[in-house]
């Protein structure tokens, strides 16, 4: 099976989907407010919230405690390989298979949310929905020093864990969407909005969400 493959998604459907409630899909740089922006978003537009599928937490984990907090997390870092999943001493075909599994998952659940509408937060989903209509994709960013300040009054931890954990998180977020989709997140070329939430307040950046995706 290729790289290729194993992003490809057979089931999917020809045409735009049926549902015609808004969808608005945010990725953000570690720290960049995204859960208090998606939810303030999905509060006014009255639809669900999606967090993102891992954690900080089960990402600061690190590969060795995956398995016990989250098999999903465990199965990606093993896909992935190199540093994260011993790729050399894996059978290619095995791994390749496995990637296109999580993808096919992945694919499914995101579809899902968006038959509901609302708010899809990670989960490559301005990738998988990128021909959906009605539908916002929204990069979230800001000043380092910004992000990790706000990322540790979010979480209640001090300074230097959060620095730790942005630098680790945003480099294993874009390597897990490089791997499985073949695209990085952190670039602003698949996304309708970019706002940086160091020089836009978080209701602010909400507002002009919900507003973007009313008038399209």
Excluded at 15 to 24: D, H, I, L, N
Excluded at 127 to 137: C, K, M, Q, S
């Amino acid at each position: 099976m290729s790289d290729r493959a194993a992003v490809e998604d057979p089931t999917r459907a020809a045409g735009p989907t049926a549902s015609s409630k808004p969808v608005v899909t945010i990725f953000e740089h570690y720290g960049a407010g995204a859960t208090y922006v998606g939810q303030r978003v999905a509060e006014a537009l009255g639809l669900p919230f999606h967090r993102q599928a891992f954690s900080s937490e089960d990402l600061e984990a690190g590969e060795d405690a995956t398995l016990e907090r989250n098999a999903v997390l465990a199965t990606v870092y093993s896909a992935m390989g190199g540093a994260y999943g011993g790729f050399d001493t894996r059978d290619v075909v095995a791994t390749q298979q496995q990637k296109y599994d999580l993808v096919m998952e992945n694919n499914r659940v995101v579809r899902t949310y968006a038959d509901e509408g609302g708010v899809i937060v990670g989960r490559n989903a301005a990738v998988i929905l990128a021909d959906r209509p009605n539908t916002l994709h929204v990069l979230l960013t800001g000043a380092l020093e910004d992000r990790v300040r706000r990322a540790a009054q979010e979480a209640g931890i001090p300074l230097e864990r959060a620095a730790r954990r942005q630098e680790r998180e945003d480099e294993v977020r874009a390597q897990m969407s490089k791997v499985l989709y073949g695209w990085d997140p952190r670039l602003p070329d698949r996304y309708d909005m970019v706002i940086n939430t160091s020089r836009i307040r978080l209701d602010a950046a909400a507002e002009a969400i919900v507003n973007a995706i009313r008038t399209r």
